[in-house]
């Protein structure tokens, strides 16, 4: 089993940056895949980015604003959010998966409880 513990988020300015973090727990050696997900109130959830291997992905609504990178060593995934917009706010879940990386929510295996990213000024 693992567990995913987010952390990180609260209020950001328009323009500003956050960093968000993912620490893992357990079983972390079945995990293969990762990636940082988002829901707005009243919508579906949504892909941010994914990291497999040294690959990444990103939505295009993040591309060049967002960096997910993953720490090894601490067993940590992360997300820079770089120049911040309003559009921005949402719950931002940390997803894992045993498996090669997927743009599904459905198929990851493992989710972090959430963490309340709000940009406004």
């Known amino acids: 089993q693992v567990q995913l513990v987010e952390s990180g988020g609260g209020l950001g300015q328009p323009g500003g940056s956050l960093r968000l973090s993912c620490a893992a727990y357990?079983?972390?050696?079945?995990?293969?895949?990762m990636g940082w997900y988002r829901q707005a109130p009243g919508k579906q959830r949504e892909l941010v980015a994914t990291?497999?291997?040294?690959?990444?992905n990103y939505a295009d609504s993040v591309k060049g604003r967002f960096t997910i990178s993953r720490d090894n060593a601490e067993n940590t995934v992360y997300l820079q959010m770089n120049s911040l917009k309003p559009e921005d706010t949402a719950v931002y879940y940390c997803a894992a998966r045993r498996q090669g990386v997927t743009t599904t929510p459905s198929e990851y295996n493992y989710w972090g409880q959430g963490t309340q990213v709000t940009v406004s000024s």
């Open positions: 357990g079983s972390i050696f079945t995990i293969y895949a």
């Open positions: 990291i497999s291997g040294g690959s990444t």
